[in-house]
Structures are given as structure tokens and as C-alpha cells.
């Protein structure tokens, strides 16, 4: 314990002198937020954004084609990935595809976690949207979907630290693996909402990052109870940096504030193996 809060101490000095950054929010995903928070969000301004970076709109295509989404014609044009797939879930999309960048290093060691957490945010985030959608919340689904991407970017933002410092020569070759959980598992939160605002992104979403493991949430709060049972799913089936497979997910506090049957609980967790095929097809 006392080699793991050496580390701890060493960690936190740097997280909190400012050194350790992750790339800023990009500015396609966060101009593709802001118009589809308007009334009546401008299919032709999503486009132009989208144009504006070849590679986003190269992968986004890529997705479209994908086998979770593929049609019968291929999708060639942004436009027919907009038309095919609607406006709210291309959004989403490239949201998804802009962040990724935050989940990127080039230590292998770190990178094995990095890889791991990808899976876990990008399929909360879709567990997320299909629970507002199953809750008849549609009004909710793109915040859902939002909340559940950026859940942990704590352990992001605290992954690319411990990065750093190995880089720099402050934390050795051998990082042990309690380590990194006790630090993951205990500060995450505060961090990745301390994150989200200095990205000046709205107060949901900083919420979600900083309780969604709290015991008593605010059951008024339905965004933050929706991502925090789809994150419960993938911790029970070992889908991401921890596994919890003890969790009685249909008796949660959560699926009971939902009003979700214990058959609707299934169902999510069948659907969701789905989204976690679907993360590793599509990078």
C-alpha cells in the first residue's frame, strides 16, 4: 500500500501542476452539439462541419457501411449517411468519432487500458440512448448517448497522466496493476467532471462524470440514473477496466426507478453485447 500511494502522490502532483492535458474537445463534435441543441438543428450546418474534417467524414462513412448499419445500397456521401441513418444518431456519430482522440497513446502498456475504456464509453454511451429510448424519453436520447461517451473521462484524462510520467521517466517501466485500479476506482470522478468544465460543457454532463457511482442518486436526475445502469451492465460483464459480477442489475436501484422489468434488464444486456461487437468492427 505504501508503494501504491508513492505513485498516488506523484500521480496527483502532476494531474494537478497542469502538466498532464488531453487534446481539447474537438471542434466538430462540440459545433455539432450546439447545433443539434437548437429547436430546429440545420441538416445543411451538420454537413458543412462534417466536410470541414476528411478524416471524420471518411470514418463516419465507414460506420454507415458498417454491418450494424449497413442497408442495401452503400452509403457514399454524407448526405446519404445523414438521410439513412437521421440526423440525431450522425451527430452521435461523429461525436464518437471526434473523441477518440482522447482515448490515444502510443504506450502499450497504457494503451491496453485506453482500449478498454473505449469499449466500455462508446457502448455505455449507446446503452445509454437505448434506455431513454425504452423509457419513451426521446427528448433524452442525445444527452443520454453524450453522458454515457464521457462517463469516465476521468480515467482517461488520469490514464494519459500515468503516460506521461512513465515517458518522463517518474514512474518506471513497471506500474503495478493495483495501482492503477486503486487510482482509476478512486478519482475518476472529481477529476472527469473538473474536465468536462473546463471544456465549458453543460452542468448534465459534468454531473454524470462526477456521480454516476454514487449509492443515493437524485432520482430526479434521469440522465445520470440511465447511464449509471448501462455503465452497471458492462461492469458485471468485465466490459471495461473493473468487473463487478455480483450486481443484481433487474433488483438496481436504477432499472426500479425506471420502472424496467426484469425481461427489459435482459434485453439490455443481450443489446448491449451487440454495441460492444459493434465498437470493436468500427475501431
Known sequence: MNEAKSFIEILMEHVNSDKAQLPPFNRTGLAIQQEMAKPDPDMQVIEKQILRDPAVAGQLLKVANSSFYRGMIEVTTVRNAMVRLGLAEVSNLVTLLTQKQSFS???????????????HSVACALG????????RLPSKMNEAFFAGLLHDIGKAFLLMAISDLKKNGQMGDTIPQSFIEEVLETQHQSIGAQLLKTWNLPEIYCTVAEHHHDENMDGQDIVLIMVSLANKVLAKAGIGIMHTPDIDLATSPEAIQLDLSEIKVAELELTMEDYVDFVGEVG
Do not use: G, P, V
Open 105 to 119: 497513446t502510443q504506450d502499450s502498456f497504457i494503451r491496453e487500458y485506453m482500449d478498454q475504456l473505449w469499449i
Open 128 to 135: 445509454a440512448k437505448w434506455i431513454a429510448k425504452e423509457c
